[in-house]
């Protein structure tokens, strides 16, 4: 176990990579990190004032999966046995899918970790894939009106060896995640859910009661495969829609849904649900 972000290190406040970042350093004892451009490179710094206490190498976007599986490669037949970790943003994933994509089929042995902010915050709050339902951007500045991307169904069906969804608000199901994919060979991908403060415009001491607040209304659901599809505790009460907390609570916290209409929100709710719904078909793999 050991402190990877280091004090003074420049994410903003309240900044749901850096908490990321903190859960690799403790379940994780032996690994190198690949950045693709990003949020997390401003906070990784420069030589010699980085901030992450670990080896890392700042690549361009699609390129990553191609590095770390040539680093994972070149600590094999040196007979080293370290992780190799790519940490990315859901702008990365999308710029990079192709890479991402080819690595999944190639099997490389090493762990993925999209931490998605639902945007891409680092050039100004453009949209992405994984953009929430119509939430407002710079380049969606009456709402997002695309569905999102499911980029944890779509590794999935890759069949690979391991993929889950986590979240910041979740930290023990993160890191007992991260725990149990070190000792797994392979491709190894975990969709991490970072909500942002200034990105979605709430008060910065909000990101872990947001992030859990995505959970307990069902719009962020967690699971694993590791051969089996599993729910992840935290979010198996959810699956009953009576019990989720009211979608309109989180979405009131965020300055990014602010003038939502009633219908609009429904429409949310919907698709929540329709989301729910192709869980019900993956627990039967």
Request: charged share 25%.
């Amino acid at each position: 176990m050991k402190t990877i972000v280091m004090p003074g290190n420049p994410s903003c406040q309240g900044c749901p990579h850096a908490i990321g970042l903190k859960a690799l350093g403790l379940a994780l004892e032996d690994f190198v990190l690949v950045i693709p451009a990003g949020c997390s490179t401003i906070i990784a710094g420069i030589h010699p004032k980085a901030t992450l206490n670990v080896p890392v190498l700042h690549v361009p976007f699609a390129s990553a999966p191609a590095v770390a599986a040539g680093i994972s490669a070149a600590f094999k037949r040196e007979n080293k046995k370290k992780n190799v970790v790519i940490w990315m943003g859901d702008g990365g994933a999308d710029i990079g899918f192709a890479t991402i994509s080819g690595s999944a089929v190639r099997n490389d042995d090493i762990i993925v970790i999209v931490s998605d902010n639902e945007a891409y915050m680092n050039t100004g709050i453009q949209a992405s894939g994984t953009t929430f339902w119509k939430a407002k951007t710079t380049t969606s500045p009456a709402g997002k009106r695309e569905d999102r991307k499911d980029l944890a169904a779509i590794m999935l069906m890759h069949r690979v060896p391991y993929v889950a969804t986590a979240s910041v608000g979740y930290m023990n199901d993160f890191i007992k995640k991260l725990e149990k994919v070190k000792s797994i060979k392979g491709f190894r991908f975990i969709h991490l859910h970072s909500p942002c403060p200034p990105g979605w415009r709430f008060d910065s001491s909000k990101t872990v009661e947001i992030a859990r607040m995505a959970v307990k209304c069902g719009a962020w659901i967690l699971w694993e495969f590791d051969g089996k599809f599993n729910l992840s505790p935290a979010s198996k009460p959810y699956k009953d829609k009576n019990k989720r907390k009211d979608l309109k609570d989180y979405l009131k916290m965020q300055g990014r849904f602010k003038g939502l209409s009633e219908n609009e929100i429904l429409e949310i709710e919907k698709a929540i649900d329709k989301q729910w719904k192709y869980i019900e078909c993956f627990e039967n793999i």
